[in-house]
Every structure is written in C-alpha cells, then in structure tokens.
C-alpha cells in the first residue's frame, strides 16, 4: 500500500470471489496478481464495497487485453468517490438545500389565505327543507298516507275506509266531468 511503502499484496479467496466471481474463470486467474490486488485494497480501505467493484467490472466491454482492461478501470475508481461517500454528501446536500428554503407560514399569511378560500367559497347556505318523503299516495278525504287503493283518482287510508263502511263519509268524487256522465 502507499502510506507505509508495502509490497503489494494478493486478495484473499473471499475477496477475490466477491470482486471477480462473475468474470470468466480464466479472466479471474489473469487477475489474481500483486498488482491487482494492491488496487482492490486501496479501493476498499478507501469505501468501496467488493459488490461495487464487482458489478462495475462485469459491465465492461471485452476488449483485446481484458486484464488490463479491468486494471485500468480499477485505477480509474482510485480518483473517484465511491458510490456510497457520494450518497452521503449528496444526500446532505439537498437536506441542506430543503432547510434553506421550507419554512412554515406566518400566521399572517396564514390567516390571509384562509380568508381568501373561503371568501371564493361563498356564505353559508341555509338549510333547504327536506321534503315529506311517502310511500304510498295520500288518501283522498283526509290526506294520510293511504293503504287502499279504490279508484284511478280515490285512494283512502284504513280510516276513511272504516268511516266509508259505517256510511259516516262519502266516497268523493273523480272529476267534474265524471259527476255531468254520471
């Protein structure tokens, strides 16, 4: 590594499976060398997860020398911050950014749009009666809610029916013109 001037180093198995597992096997050994490992453990001292790496390397194209290749792209990610450093800082980023401008309302402005709504809304409306809801039609004498139907025009309710059987009320009429016909 460079801050103590060591040798560089081979991976480990596990680390070597978890950066370089998915490439061809006869790539991965191409890539089990000193100098590869050195730049992997550079990378991961530095934040970069194995899964990282490995899903950036299997997205490369193969080209004349695959090795080198992906030796190069590895040199590259020293200059780069890993992925999840980047998340953090942007992340406070646009926390920052959000504090800045998101404030609550003054109770003025408040007030003011409130009075706003509701004068576009209009007063109250009074209360509209609600209308007798029956069932049947109303009985022709009295003007319940009648039960029995005797004519087109005479319905009566049980009792005017009573009052028609003991001949106390008389049936009344259908219409003027029925009354000149009869």
């Known amino acids: ?15 070597h499976q ?8 006869a790539l991965a050994a191409a890539l089990r060398t000193a100098e590869v490992g050195d730049v992997v453990l550079q990378l991961l001292d530095r934040g ?22 992906v030796l190069a792209l590895l040199r590259g990610f020293l200059d ?3 992925p999840d450093a980047r998340w953090r800082e942007e992340r406070a980023q646009r926390q920052a950014s959000q504090s800045q401008f998101e404030e ?4 003025q402005s408040r007030q003011r749009w409130i009075s706003e709504i509701r004068s576009q809304l209009g007063g109250p409306k009074a209360p509209r009666p609600q209308p007798l809801l029956r069932v049947r039609p109303p009985c022709s004498l009295c003007g319940a809610e009648s039960e029995f139907f005797v004519t ?19 049936m009344p009429s259908a219409s003027p013109a029925a009354q000149e016909a009869g």
């Not at 390397?57 to 695959?66: E, M, N, Q, T, V």
């Open 1 to 15: 590594m460079e801050l103590f001037d060591l040798p560089p180093q081979t991976l480990g198995d596990d680390t």
């Open 18 to 25: 978890k950066v370089f597992g998915d490439l061809p096997s």
């Open 48 to 69: 970069w997860r194995p899964g990282q790496l490995s899903s950036r390397i299997g997205a490369l194209p193969a080209g004349a020398d695959p090795a080198a290749d």
């Open 80 to 82: 780069q911050v890993p």
């Open 104 to 107: 609550p309302a003054s109770e």
């Open 152 to 170: 087109r025009s005479a319905r009566l309710c049980t009792a005017c029916v009573q009052l028609l059987e003991s001949g106390t009320a008389v």
